[in-house]
């Protein structure tokens, strides 16, 4: 079992930064990707941006490329989302998941509210 808590959430204005922080516990060494997902009232959820946890290749959904960046920390068993030039369509809660060799995403935190005000 992987237990995930992100943290670092918060209101932030308009063109404003924040940085999301997600630490893995348990069977972390399991684990093949981690991923930064949102979801905002009404809404799906939808993918942010993934980190491979064994390596270090990253990819990012369109609408935050630019601005945001994953990183992690191995050693301590941390990622990170670090958010720039934020807009009011980025508000949402943000969940920290991970994902096995198969890409499946089968740990999840419990989310930290972002809101951006415009």
């Known amino acids: 079992q992987v237990q995930l808590v992100e943290s670092g959430g918060g209101l932030v204005q308009a063109g404003g930064s924040l940085m999301l922080s997600c630490a893995a516990s348990?069977?972390?060494?399991?684990?093949?990707?981690m991923g930064w997902f949102r979801q905002a009232p009404g809404k799906e959820r939808e993918f942010v941006a993934a980190v491979a946890w064994r390596g270090g290749g990253t990819s990012y959904a369109d609408s935050v490329k630019g601005r945001f960046t994953i990183s992690k920390d191995n050693a301590k068993n941390m990622m990170y989302l670090q958010m720039a030039s934020l807009k009011p369509e980025d508000t949402g809660v943000y969940l920290c998941g991970g994902a096995d060799m198969n890409g499946a995403y089968g740990y999840w935190g419990q989310g930290t509210q972002v809101t951006v005000s415009s």
């Open positions: 348990g069977r972390a060494f399991s684990l093949y990707t």
